[in-house]
């Protein structure tokens, strides 16, 4: 195989499904002994299911283990759901401490955000209620509970959520087995098999990658064009993520989407909360040959894909426009929040108790975000997303996986992020705080209220 057939390669997805009906289809079989089969969540339907997260037993591929877990699997259930649906799911909370569902990337009323102010006490209930009424993107739930987050996240409650629409179904991206989900992150085991949560105040820091919860992941493929979603489910770490041999990503969204075009990168930084939408041709390869995605910081081989089927395939990668994205322009001001040490927003520690300013329905805003250190702070906004305009200092440049719509940007030491949003789907509080999960808890959080 040449590393031009493997350019295409993409790591993500919420997969194994298809609309109507959210039916599971059982992707091709892994062969190679040395790594473990990857595990493929569930779906579940916008109406008629249930969530409920509790502690429970789960298979990490070497050795079962004690982890939090939504209806008993990490990662939970994938929501699958298209545009306009009305999503109503009962959720229960069987820990010992308050939770919530967080809808991370959904714009829904406050009262369904899952904010800490509306966290569902340990044995309590709660229906979340709202209506998809955004575009075709991939997104996650994840608890939201004040000082909580960051051990119930690492502890495995997570999910994913994939919205459809007309527009993604025109293209004929790959589907069922061949969209694949990936829920990446690090994370830390005691010696009995156990996910353990061990932070330090810089954040939680784990010592070994974790996909779909499955330790040391393989993944069968057919020899086909595939699309790969990717949710990075870490705390703290950002993950470098390349090819083993390479070759070039193929980048076809992000958080809010599709991007307008398709664009080629070696290596990606993606921080905690951020997303990928991604394709791998694997149209050229033969039986038996391998792909690695790997973590090139941590110099971990995060994921091993094996062909183990051969078949025919007339799909290609799309080579033209995918999205028309309406350009926010003409900020009518500029708010500025620097994320101070480990725990301040504009000198400030979160509170419950507080409403730090208001932002004006319908208005487009610049917001700049800057940090005197402490980094990485992906920077996270709940009740729109926005489009990253500049980055001045360290990298410098807007990535190429940045186009299109975000919820969560990547600021690094020395970096200064402007981006533009508007506040247009819901009058109520929503928050803006830091999405390294340790410096949310800790304090890097703010409250504020579209009016």
Request: hydrophobic residues 40%; glycine residues 12%; proline residues 7%.
């Amino acid at each position: 195989m040449s590393a031009g057939t493997a350019g295409f390669l993409a790591a993500g997805g919420l997969g194994a499904f298809v609309l109507p009906g959210c039916e599971t289809v059982p992707p091709p079989g892994a062969t190679n002994p040395a790594r473990n089969p990857l595990f493929l969540p569930p779906t579940m339907a916008p109406v008629g299911a249930a969530l409920e997260a509790r502690s429970s037993t789960i298979d990490f591929g070497s050795g079962t283990g004690l982890a939090h877990a939504y209806n008993g699997t990490v990662p939970g259930p994938t929501l699958v759901a298209n545009r306009g649906d009305v999503v109503s799911v009962p959720f229960t909370n069987s820990l010992t401490a308050p939770s919530s569902v967080h809808w991370h990337g959904l714009v829904v009323p406050t009262a369904a955000d899952g904010q800490p102010h509306e966290a569902v006490a340990a044995g309590g209930t709660y229906t979340y209620d709202f209506t998809l009424a955004q575009r075709a993107s991939l997104n996650f739930y994840h608890p939201h509970p004040h000082l909580m987050t960051a051990e119930q996240v690492n502890l495995g409650l997570a999910g994913g959520i994939l919205v459809r629409d007309a527009e993604e179904a025109a293209l004929g991206l790959p589907d069922r087995w061949r969209e694949v989900p990936l829920v990446i992150r690090d994370a830390l085991f005691d010696g009995a098999g156990n996910l353990t949560y061990k932070p330090k105040s810089s954040g939680f820091v784990g010592t070994e990658a974790l996909v779909n919860g499955t330790r040391a992941a393989k993944h069968g493929v057919d020899n086909a064009l595939y699309r790969f979603r990717v949710v990075q489910g870490s705390n703290a770490r950002v993950f470098r993520l390349a090819l083993g041999d390479g070759a070039p990503f193929t980048v076809i969204g992000n958080d809010g989407g599709l991007l307008p075009t398709p664009v080629q990168v070696s290596q990606i930084d993606l921080g905690p909360g951020e997303r990928l939408d991604l394709l791998l041709d694997l149209r050229g390869f033969l039986l038996g040959d391998r792909v690695m995605l790997r973590c090139v910081d941590a110099g971990w081989d995060v994921l091993e894909l094996e062909v183990t089927r051969q078949v025919t395939d007339s799909a290609s990668p799309p080579q033209g426009p995918l999205s028309t994205v309406e350009a926010l322009g003409n900020p009518v001001r500029t708010r500025t929040f620097s994320f101070d040490g480990m725990g301040r927003i504009n000198g400030q520690e979160f509170s419950m108790d507080r409403i730090d300013f208001q932002v004006p329905f319908g208005e487009i805003e610049r917001w700049r975000f800057t940090t005197g250190g402490n980094a990485p702070h992906p920077v996270h906004t709940h009740g729109a997303s926005f489009q990253v305009e500049a980055r001045t200092g360290g990298r410098a440049a807007v990535m190429p996986w940045e186009a299109g719509w975000k919820d969560t940007v990547l600021l690094q030491d020395g970096e200064t992020v402007d981006v533009l949003i508007r506040f247009d789907g819901h009058r109520g509080r929503y928050l803006i705080h830091c999405h390294q999960l340790e410096h949310e808890d800790r304090g890097m959080m703010q409250a504020f209220e579209v009016v």
